[in-house]
């Protein structure tokens, strides 16, 4: 059997879901037998995202313009998208900023309040992705395929949802530790 095309993206996240990934200890040297990681910021210098790819992982939430680039770039290169962790699927940590009404708030606060020797706004374009006004869920901007919540979730709850994909099965979403709207 070919192997599966697996790739990860880390939008807005502590990258807490892409650690719990690794803790899947002994049982990533199976998952390496079937896999090729053809993108992920874990260990991977590729710029790019590539064409054809099997399955893609989603850690956080879509908080500026350069994520929502990346996800739908992923969404239309991805056979089985996944919505990883409680950013993801919910938007979560990310998301207390939408209560502050809209970025600039925020990037007053930030940057300029409390801003130690010399307080000015970032450069945008350019230096920094440009802050969408609210923080997303995934599933709100692309269409998702699975849900996997947590925060992080746990490597069980992972291996449950990725162990079947491997296999060229599709993943019983029904019990506790899935959902799928
Ligand atoms: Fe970090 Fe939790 Fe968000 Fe995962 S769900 S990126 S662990 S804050």
Redesign the pocket.
């Known amino acids: 059997m070919a192997k599966i095309r697996l790739a990860t993206i880390w939008l807005g ?5 892409h650690m719990s990934f690794l803790d899947l200890d002994e049982w990533l040297f199976d998952f390496a037998e079937k896999v090729d990681v053809v993108f992920s910021p874990v260990g991977s210098d590729i710029k790019d995202y590539p064409e054809n790819v099997d399955v893609c992982l989603v ?2 939430a879509v908080a500026n313009e350069e994520n929502l680039e990346l996800l739908r770039e992923a969404r239309q290169r991805t056979k089985f998208l996944i919505s990883f ?3 993801a699927v919910t938007a ?2 990310p998301a207390m900023r939408n209560m502050l009404g809209g970025s600039e708030p925020v990037l007053k606060r930030c940057y300029l309040e409390l801003g130690d020797e010399h307080p000015q706004l970032p450069n945008f374009p350019g230096i920094v992705p440009e802050l969408l006004d609210r923080v997303r869920p995934v599933h709100e901007m692309v269409e998702v395929d699975m849900y996997i919540p947590g ?2 979730p746990d490597a069980n709850r992972i291996r449950k949802a990725i162990a079947p994909l491997l296999e060229g099965q599709t993943p019983d979403m029904t019990g506790r530790d899935m959902i799928k709207f």
């Open positions: 996240g502590c990258s807490g879901c850690e956080g962790g409680d950013c979560n940590v925060c992080p």
